[in-house]
Nanobody
Framework: QVQLVESGGGLVHAGGSLRLSCATS????????MGWFRQAPGKPREFVAA??????RTDYADSVKGRFTISRDRNTVYLQMNSVKSEDTAVYYC???????????????????WGQGTQVTVSS
């Protein structure tokens, strides 16, 4: 069974950068699509970015397009966050699924395995 552990969150000034990591355990990680979601206080969880199993396809929410970059290597998926804004403040979660697919997945209900989350706070 795949387990996910996020890290890299913290406090950053508006306009700054942060890199989140999601370390995985389990032999099947390399064949699974991955995604990043976030949830701000009082708001529903929302899609941020997704990457296909082989890293060739990526997808982004309009609110982060051009500022955030998702990538992956053998055991970890990353979210590079540049030019952060106060509205990026949230708990960030990575996710994966046992479903085999070649596409990116952009809806939370398409994922069945989640990390515990890492807090990102952007100060203005």
């Amino acid at each position: 069974q795949v387990q996910l552990v996020e890290s890299g969150g913290g406090l950053v000034h508006a306009g700054g950068s942060l890199r989140l990591s999601c370390a995985t355990s389990g032999r099947t990680f390399s064949s699974r699509p991955m995604g990043w979601f976030r949830q701000a206080p009082g708001k529903p969880r929302e899609f941020v970015a997704a990457i296909s199993w082989n890293g060739e396809r990526t997808d982004y929410a309009d609110s982060v397009k051009g500022r955030f970059t998702i990538s992956r290597d053998r055991n970890t998926v990353y979210l590079q966050m540049n030019s952060v804004k106060s509205e990026d403040t949230a708990v960030y979660y990575c996710a994966t699924t046992q479903t085999l697919t070649t596409t990116t997945l952009t809806h939370a209900n398409q994922y069945d395995t989640w990390g515990q989350g890492t807090q990102v706070t952007v100060s203005s």
